[in-house]
């Protein structure tokens, strides 16, 4: 399947199934902790990492992480990746989306969201995404508080 480098990622079809936001007809990756260490040169914070398998064809919905600082390098596969930065970039419209393979890395700095991840290559891809993050924010709020999908906090203001 070729990979749409001009779509714009406001226009991905995101969809509740089963009571997940996905993107339509993609399978999700999954997140399973690797590490969790609260090094002492940067106090109420943890360093952790997540390994992020993604099957072939999966997307992840647009979403921030919770204010943490990742770097993700990809382990095995082929993703796309997209972000928009403000805060970080002087015309807030981001990197453009951009194919990362087994050795590249990306950062995302705090704040950061994430409009566009994907699985464009042939394979399994899969990746070490690597946080700074509060203590309280994953103390309080667990690890599921990493990855906030944008439809979800719609959903919950509209129901307020």
């Not at 009571?19 to 399973?32: D, E």
């Not at 398998?53 to 990742?70: E, K, L, Q």
């Not at 950061?112 to 203590?135: I, M, P, Q, T, Y």
Request: charged content about 20%.
């Amino acid at each position: 399947m070729p990979v749409d480098m001009k779509m714009r990622w406001q226009d991905q079809e995101v969809v509740k199934k089963d009571g997940m936001w996905t993107v339509a007809g993609r399978p999700m990756p999954t997140v399973a902790p690797a590490f969790q260490e609260s090094p002492s040169n940067i106090p109420d914070h943890y360093y952790l990492g997540l390994k992020v398998n993604a099957p072939v064809n999966a997307a992840t919905p647009p979403h921030t992480h919770g204010g943490a600082a990742i770097i993700a390098t990809m382990t095995k596969g082929k993703m796309l990746n997209q972000m928009v930065c403000p805060h970080h970039e002087p015309d807030s419209q981001g990197t453009g989306p951009k194919i990362y393979s087994v050795g590249e890395s990306w950062y995302e700095p705090p704040g950061c969201h994430h409009v566009r991840s994907e699985n464009v290559g042939d394979d399994e891809a899969e990746f070490l995404a690597v946080f700074v993050v509060s203590k309280q924010k994953v103390d309080n709020e667990g690890l599921q508080s990493l990855v906030v999908i944008d439809a979800e906090v719609e959903e919950r203001k509209q129901a307020q």
